[in-house]
């Protein structure tokens, strides 16, 4: 009998051949790219080119101490550089919107893709998440998805953040920070050769920008001063960062860990809310550095 609705429990991701543990959502976008060819002495369309259509895929996941997505889509290493030329499989699989648990009946693989972008979220309220997206070119009604094996282990919530092990910006440190975000777009570039419509290569546009945002609860202002130097061969002191973000299980034990290296700095204070709404005031603390994120657990 076809299926009325597909809902969470009749859908599932496998991305390198493992079915995602704690998967929230999947989105496919399928872009068929077209370039138009006109011809003097005729305003009608001349012929409306096909080139290679291009598609997307976004999953999303709880952080629970199982294999995250970056691990999954990863084969060479931990980091944005060791990772830089890895393609992966992901596949989306439905089944039946009766049956409690996943065995697809249909399904989507997308071979050859990259990661295009990578994104954490830490909420004070709410769980800890992962979001990656992926780029390709083959897209097959194929594959299939079991249901995600039965795991022990619990979703990390703002309690799994470890602060005390975690190395944190001199302006955030001791502050109360109630939501971190980490992201990277690896602005991935096709390249093409004659005698092929499809990329042989998708590269990551180095140099590639890494942010790391910390907002906090205010108890006061944002506490950073601005004093630009007026004399002959002076300027601004160095203030490089380090950034690692250390997320520990139930136990106490390391679950994940990012690392955004030694040059991290700070882009902007936004001091804001507050406001006769009775909402809090927060500070906002964004930092950038190039190149430099490592993902491991």
């Known amino acids: 009998m076809p299926n009325n609705r597909v809902f969470y429990a009749s859908q599932g991701v496998k991305v390198g051949g493992t079915v995602v543990q704690g998967a929230q959502s999947v ?25 290679d259509p291009e598609v997307e895929i976004t999953v999303s996941k709880v952080l629970d101490g199982e294999d995250s997505i970056w691990k999954l889509s990863s084969s060479t290493g931990t980091s944005l550089i060791d990772n830089a030329n890895d393609t992966t499989t992901v596949v989306v699989g439905i089944g039946s919107d009766t049956s409690s648990s996943l ?16 994104s954490y979220t830490f909420p004070v309220d709410g769980n800890l998440t992962e979001e990656i997206s992926f780029v390709g070119n083959a897209k097959s009604l194929s594959g299939s998805v079991s249901a995600p094996a039965t795991t022990t282990n619990t979703v990390l919530r703002r309690q799994n953040v470890n602060i005390a092990g975690s190395t944190i910006p001199t302006e955030v440190t001791g502050k109360n920070i109630t939501n971190i975000t980490i992201s990277a777009d690896l602005g991935r570039e096709t390249m093409y050769k004659l005698g092929s419509l499809a990329p042989f290569h998708r ?23 601005v004093n630009l130097p007026s004399a002959a061969c002076s300027g601004l002191a160095p203030n490089d960062r380090s950034i690692v973000i250390e997320v520990c299980d139930g136990t106490g034990a390391s679950a994940y860990s990012f690392d955004l290296g030694t040059k991290c700095k700070l882009t902007s204070v936004n001091y804001s809310g507050g406001d006769t709404g009775g909402g809090n005031a927060t500070v906002t603390y964004s930092y950038s550095t190039y190149n430099e994120l490592d993902i491991t657990g």
């Not at 065995?103 to 990578?118: D, L, N």
């Not at 590269?203 to 001063?225: H, I, M, R, W």
């Open 27 to 51: 989105g496919i976008t399928t872009n068929f790219n077209l370039e138009q060819a006109f011809q003097l002495g005729q305003l009608a369309l001349y012929d409306n080119i096909s080139l």
């Open 203 to 225: 590269f990551v546009n180095f140099p590639l920008e890494v942010t790391c945002e910390f907002e906090v609860s205010a108890t006061d202002l944002d506490g950073v001063a």
């Open 103 to 118: 065995s697809s009946t249909s399904a989507i693989t997308c071979t050859g893709m990259f990661v295009s972008s990578v």
